[in-house]
């Protein structure tokens, strides 16, 4: 692992840590490649401690993209979080799926189906996203993949047994804040678009001396997204499921 690498993922966990946004960004700190954003990735883990799950992007054109996410910023539906602290800045509505075995090394690739054979539940998820970076700073797209792709917090919903009933790719969705509507959307990855990706995450892990748990939540792409401006009462409600909450103070 470069210094480099060293410094920046440091860097950006202290900046979470302190809740201080970093105000100048060395040249060195910049991935050049997605494979030195995932070393950075490698890095900011190496600090934040064990992982809980992921998160990846299903459905879209090419190959997805990814980020592990530490266990201490899990929370269950209805937590409480501190905005300003967590440096939060916006809102995504996701479907989540949690791994009831470990997928990890066994000599040959997995598929969609046994990845699909892995999943015992989807959940209706929250991701608040956060800038570790001041305003005044520039920072590229593949430093905030480093970032753990900007994620702050991941609260998740009840469970629905997998494998999905629901039509994923038309989810009726509405996102609410303090009772009132500020987005919605009906359009999003299918089933099999989502056990695709988990099949390639799991692959992807791999290759990073890394395993897909038991127990993981692994969230699957924004379906909405909106600004987050607290304190308020923070309301996603996806067809079919329970609704999933948080209090941002």
Not at 217 to 234: L, N, Q, S, W
Request: glycine share 8%.
């Amino acid at each position: 692992m470069s210094d480099a690498i060293e410094a920046a993922a440091r860097a950006l966990f202290d900046a979470r840590r302190t809740a201080q946004p970093i105000t100048a960004v060395p040249a060195e700190w910049v991935p050049q490649t997605l494979a030195d954003a995932y070393r950075l990735q490698d890095a900011v883990m190496r600090h934040e401690g064990v992982a809980g799950g992921w998160k990846v992007l299903a459905g879209a054109e090419g190959e997805p993209m990814c980020a592990p996410i530490p266990a201490s910023r899990y929370h269950a539906d209805g937590t409480s979080l501190d905005q300003a602290g967590l440096l939060i800045f916006l809102t995504e509505v996701e479907v989540g799926v949690k791994l009831g075995r470990t997928l990890a090394e066994k000599g040959t690739p997995y598929t969609p189906e046994e990845a699909a054979a892995a999943i015992v539940s989807l959940h209706p998820a929250l991701e608040m996203c956060a800038s570790s970076f001041d305003a005044g700073v520039e920072a590229s797209h593949l430093l905030k993949m480093g970032d753990l792709q900007s994620n702050a917090a991941v609260i998740v919903g009840a469970a629905l047994p997998a494998p999905a009933t629901l039509d994923l790719a038309n989810l009726d969705i509405a996102l609410a804040y303090d009772d009132a509507p500020v987005a919605g959307t009906a359009v999003g990855a299918s089933w099999q678009q989502i056990v695709e990706a988990i099949a390639w995450l799991a692959n992807h892990a791999i290759s990073r001396g890394l395993s897909l748990n038991e127990g993981d939540v692994i969230i699957t792409g924004a379906r909405v997204k909106h600004p987050a401006t607290g304190p308020m009462e923070v309301e996603a409600r996806l067809a079919g499921m329970a609704p999933v909450t948080l209090t941002l103070t």
